[in-house]
């Protein structure tokens, strides 16, 4: 390759990394200049190679891949001189109701790759109204389905998702707190109380039960079939560990991973990375009931105590099955206080149980709701608040 071919593509790879930054992948200055010298130290001759060269050198989580993937596909493929001619003048097809949402950050940060170019002049009568951030606006946001968003709206999701009012049922707690209507009376606050009023007046202080908030567990499916939901259900989990504490995470595909430590991290994208590293079955296969049966052994002692809430996130595809999930759900279900099922199949009108799983799970769960979009996370809130298992409408028709 000649001197201006390789500068050609050094710039390609620059501009191929900047459109891997506008569809939401980390990718810095830095990590563009090592892919360029990667390609040239490798010589990669052949697409597959230049493919893996490419991912190794940008891409550091495994949530990425399918952004990368589709990236590559599209803007490393292979351009007749006559697509621009033909491509005006056949008819465009119309698009699918469901694409990959991979697929559509990356054909707007294409688009925001473009050459800019200068408005046209428009008469001084002219005036454009900027709807961005009105109250229909943000409507449509919440009522929109994760996997159909972009980058740019996700983001703001994510923000939206650290501004939801989390209210919170708080239950009796063993600890006496100071109460002036208390029924026991608090002998050190009294007498402490006697002494500042040198020894004349004793005011009675008393004590009665506390209240506490119940912890919280979290069992995150992170198989290839949940992709679509589990980057902002880890954003929205962050946020009530910020919010609220006492929150355990716990990831599962073919595999557990406690990610409760990792999570704690302040900055959101530093605490989603440590999470994608230390899963490494991330968009992997699914084993409810084996995840189950570890969590169970391992886990539910040291963490489901005090009436503890279970938020159990998973579409409920198991490939295992049989008696081993039913006694696995069972054993959830009475050691927790309230097992609360987390499904983003509800998002659509006719669901119905018709998988073996999903049939196996449903008698051991106290509700059933959907995580689709920020209107089921504002709900799911709302129903944390209140007291009692609530049971949504999908719930009476799945059962």
């Given amino acids: 390759m000649t001197a201006a071919g390789e500068l050609r593509l050094a710039e390609q790879i620059v501009r191929f990394a900047r459109v891997l930054r506008g569809a939401g992948v980390k990718v810095g200055p830095g990590a563009a ?9 490798v010589g990669a001759t052949k697409r597959q190679d230049f493919y893996w060269t490419l991912h190794a050198t940008l891409i550091k989580r495994h949530e990425d891949d399918p952004v990368f993937e589709q990236a ?12 621009a001619i033909m491509a005006a003048m056949l008819p465009t097809a119309p ?3 469901v694409e990959r949402p991979a697929q559509r950050r990356v054909q707007e940060a294409l688009q925001d790759d473009a050459p800019m170019r200068l408005p046209k002049p428009r008469p001084e009568d002219e005036r ?29 999701a994510e923000r939206r998702i650290r501004e939801i009012a989390l209210l919170w049922e708080r239950v009796p707690s063993r600890r006496l707190v100071p109460d002036p209507r208390g ?15 040198g020894g004349e007046l004793i ?15 979290a069992l995150l499916d992170i198989s290839g079939s949940m992709s679509d939901y ?46 994608g590293q230390a899963a490494p079955d991330w968009s992997g296969g699914t084993w409810i009931s084996s995840s189950l049966h570890r969590f169970n052994q391992d886990w539910s002692r040291r963490v489901l105590g005090q009436g503890a809430h279970v938020l159990l996130i998973t579409d409920g595809l198991e490939r295992e099955g049989g008696d081993i999930l039913a006694r696995e759900m069972d054993r959830l279900h009475r050691s927790c206080r309230r097992l609360i099922w987390l499904n983003p199949l509800l998002r659509y009108a006719g669901f119905e149980p018709r998988a073996q799983g999903i049939r196996t799970m449903l008698p051991h769960v106290d509700e059933l709701r959907p995580v689709h979009n920020l209107e089921s996370l504002e709900a799911l809130c709302e129903a944390l608040g209140r007291r009692g298992p609530i049971l949504t409408n999908q719930t009476s028709a799945a059962k």
């Fill in 72 to 83: 590559f596909r599209l803007f490393w493929r292979r351009r007749d001189p006559n697509e």
């Fill in 95 to 97: 698009q699918a109701a």
């Fill in 33 to 41: 200049l090592d892919a360029v010298d990667a390609t040239e130290a």
């Fill in 128 to 156: 454009e109204v900027d709807m961005r951030g009105s109250v229909s606006d943000i409507e449509i946001l919440r009522h929109k389905d994760f996997a159909q968003m972009s980058a740019a709206e996700l983001a703001k």
């Fill in 230 to 275: 589990s980057r902002v259900v880890l954003h929205f989990l962050h946020a009530l560990g910020e919010s609220r504490g006492g929150v355990s995470t716990f990831l599962f595909g073919t595999r557990l991973t406690n990610v409760t430590r990792a999570l704690r991290t302040r900055d959101p994208d530093a605490a989603l990375r440590a999470c």
């Fill in 183 to 197: 029924h026991r009376i608090d002998l050190r606050r009294t007498l402490r109380g006697s002494l500042r009023a």
């Fill in 203 to 217: 005011e009675l202080k008393r004590r009665a039960p506390g209240k506490r908030l119940p912890p919280l567990v």
